[in-house]
């Protein structure tokens, strides 16, 4: 399973990497910025999508898997009479670095998780601390930290004390506004959320990035529609350029680049039928890469797979089903148990199996299976001499049973089925 995780994880790395690459080198230039923001919040969020459209067998084993208390391990079959000796392969009980490495990456992760909630913590008390205002229906905070620069969070304005002496006290404060009016906040927290899984990936911080400005961008058009002179508000960014505190989790007045911002500002309308181009050229493109990143579809794989499984012709399919299926559960592991269970069923005309029975058959229409060993390595000391009778055993042969294909082989339809399973600990 830890394969399949990474796997899982480099598949997302790789499609929020194309996403982000796409949208630098082809739409970053462009003033369709609330598109932007669509695209960037679908690089967050598809990279988490689309390696599950087609579920991939790990995820179907994990959600569907009977919570029976066994593991499988490696099974062997004696034909005693044939004379074949049994091929025993030794259980992964060894030093696991697979595990090691999902260790450090959960521990990092953590770490991130409450970075990320230290700030949310700090956020909050900094609220908590501050004076409050009404400004045009969202909250106002006023702090007394001249060093950090104003900004917003969800549906509150943060602004030093000392900027409400400014002339252009309005422009920030309308700023911070759309901010919250937009919800960029929210963008933000799923930046923040994907970091704490795609820490490793640098195009996750640079989404993080060109997320923040692309809010900048956002706010910006919006503020210099609404007011006479843009320039005033061009000129307020640049007497902005300063050493003032920022958190990395919300939306800082002095985010982005302020020369790019300015450029942004001035640059002309990007011409419709160029943008419809651009969304013909990238969207089939992009399908067509992402497609690359899904679960192949093993449909028809399996049914020809199953089929060959579905019905038992012989002794050796029964047997073949046998190793395939059995499992030495855990816990008789653990406590040493070794046992020959002996168990008999029916089988009608159909090829259908019932009443599974523990114990020896009886009467004339017995059909007698080879004797089938199952071994595992010990845990322990062996604390249980071999016997006909274990409970937890028996369970686990009963479980296999039930499970059985349907039988077409005509020496076993009609008739009473009758083998016995060795579970043996090395």
Request: proline residues 3%.
């Amino acid at each position: 399973m830890v394969v399949e995780f990474l796997e899982f994880l480099i598949k997302s790395g790789s499609i929020l990497a194309i996403s982000v690459l796409v949208y630098v080198l082809v739409l970053s230039n462009d003033v369709f910025f609330k598109l932007n923001r669509l695209w960037l919040i679908g690089s967050l969020i598809l990279p988490w999508i689309i390696p599950l459209l087609t579920m991939p067998v790990w995820i179907k084993e994990l959600l569907f898997t009977s919570g029976e208390t066994a593991v499988q391990f490696s099974t062997s079959i004696l034909n005693y009479a044939m004379g074949q000796a049994p091929v025993t392969i030794s259980s992964q009980n060894s030093f696991s670095w697979e595990m090691l490495g999902l260790a450090l990456y959960s521990f990092v992760s953590f770490i991130f998780l409450i970075r990320l909630m230290w700030g949310y913590r700090s956020i909050i008390q900094l609220k908590r601390q501050s004076n409050h205002k009404i400004y045009k229906g969202l909250s106002l905070a006023v702090f007394s930290d001249v060093n950090a620069s104003p900004f917003s969070f969800f549906r509150t304005i943060y602004i030093p004390k000392e900027m409400e002496k400014r002339g252009d006290k309005d422009l920030i404060l309308e700023h911070e506004r759309k901010h919250c009016v937009e919800l960029h906040s929210i963008d933000l927290a799923l930046a923040e959320c994907l970091l704490i899984f795609q820490w490793w990936n640098p195009f996750a911080w640079w989404a993080r990035k060109l997320i923040a400005q692309n809010h900048e961008f956002c706010v910006d058009n919006a503020v210099i529609k609404q007011i006479e002179q843009p320039k005033d508000y061009q000129y307020l960014l640049v007497n902005l350029l300063s050493n003032q505190k920022q958190n990395q989790l919300v939306n800082n007045f002095n985010k982005s680049l302020t020369k790019k911002r300015i450029i942004m500002m001035n640059i002309s309308n990007t011409k419709n039928i160029t943008g419809w181009l651009k969304g013909l050229i990238v969207v089939p493109f992009l399908a067509l890469i992402l497609m690359a990143f899904t679960n192949p579809d093993l449909s028809s794989e399996n049914k020809t797979k199953d089929k060959a499984k579905e019905t038992i012709a012989n002794d050796m399919d029964f047997r073949n089903f046998i190793a395939r299926s059995i499992k030495y559960p855990l816990e008789a592991q653990k406590n040493g148990m070794q046992a020959d269970i002996t168990v008999h069923f029916s089988v009608n005309k159909k090829g259908k199996s019932s009443s599974i029975t523990m114990g020896p058959a009886q009467g004339n229409k017995v059909f007698i299976i080879d004797e089938v060993v199952v071994t595992a390595l010990k845990k322990g000391s062996i604390k249980q001499e071999i016997n006909s009778r274990n409970i937890i055993l028996e369970k686990e042969v009963a479980r296999l049973l039930k499970k059985l294909p349907s039988i077409s082989d005509q020496r076993m339809l009609g008739k009473t089925i009758q083998m016995k399973v060795k579970f043996r600990l090395q």
